[in-house]
């Protein structure tokens, strides 16, 4: 499998590229302005395909994504992120996604995609994914 470097793109120019992504899936996608204060929306979708309703997207990266501490940051940063969030805006949103180049651990109940997936239950009453 070809390594990409993703992690040799700025946070910001991550978040552009995952936007680049998410207009090649949802084409009527509305994405914001990196660096601005956006309500925690790095991107917005209101009339997504059939059936998956409006999503709120959120891009997160690591300069150094092998870093045994790399999930545990994303998670942080997944998890304040939501605290942050305008609330309102996430009343309104039917979906969760959010799009990191860090890779998660699988360890039952204790690897890094159960504890993100453990945390965005208990803060989101939405369905999600990441």
């Not at 309703?53 to 998890?79: H, M, W, Y």
């Not at 609330?87 to 204790?110: C, F, M």
Request: charged letters at 25%; aromatic letters at 8%.
């Amino acid at each position: 499998m070809p390594n990409y470097h993703f992690e040799s793109l700025s946070p910001d120019d991550f978040q552009r590229f995952v936007q680049a992504l998410i207009i090649g899936v949802y084409p009527s996608t509305q994405c914001f302005p990196v660096g601005q204060k956006d309500g925690g929306r790095d991107a917005w979708s209101e009339t997504p395909p059939e059936g998956m309703g409006r999503i709120l997207f959120q891009a997160k990266s690591s300069r150094n994504p092998q870093r045994k501490d790399a999930p545990d940051k994303i998670i942080l940063a997944v998890e304040k992120d939501i605290d942050n969030l305008d609330k309102e805006l996430l009343k309104s949103a039917d979906r969760y996604i959010v799009a990191t180049n860090v890779q998660g651990t699988a360890a039952l109940n204790s690897g890094s995609i159960d504890r993100m997936n453990a945390m965005l239950t208990e803060k989101l009453d939405i369905p999600f994914e990441c």
